[in-house]
């Protein structure tokens, strides 16, 4: 089973770049589909962007279509969000997430997170 750590949240001005990444160790890290949610203050997680096993299929919630690329480098068991044009709407705590399906011996999901990294975008 996968470990996620996230790394790169901070503080940035609206308009400004942020690029998360996330970290896994463990084994068959290309077998999951990595995701990234957020959950602001007082709201509850949302999906933000999903990429499937090869990095080809990449899949994104409305409001970051266009500002928000998500991509994975499966050599380096590394995901990553480039968020670009930030806005102060983007603001919280970012989480990444792998999803797969193993068979020990019955088929059951697994489903992994990281402890998340705090994004703050100021007006």
């Known amino acids: 089973q996968l470990q996620l750590v996230e790394s790169g949240g901070g503080l940035a001005q609206a308009g400004g770049s942020l690029r998360l990444s996330c970290a896994a160790s463990?084994?068959?890290?290309?077998?999951?589909?990595m995701a990234w949610f957020r959950q602001a203050p007082g709201k509850e997680r949302e999906f933000v962007a999903a990429?499937?096993?090869?990095?080809?299929?990449?899949y994104y919630t409305n409001s970051v279509k266009g500002r928000f690329t998500i991509s994975r480098d499966n050599a380096k068991n590394t995901v990553y969000l480039q968020m670009n044009s930030l806005k102060p709407e983007d603001t919280a705590v970012y989480y990444c997430?792998?999803?797969?399906?193993?068979?020990?011996?019955?088929?059951?999901?697994?489903?992994?997170w990281g402890q998340g990294t705090l994004v703050t975008v100021s007006s």
């Open positions: 997430n792998g999803r797969t399906f193993v068979a020990d011996p019955t088929v059951r999901l697994v489903e992994v």
């Open positions: 463990g084994t068959a890290f290309s077998s999951y589909v």
């Open positions: 990429v499937l096993w090869s990095g080809i299929g990449t």
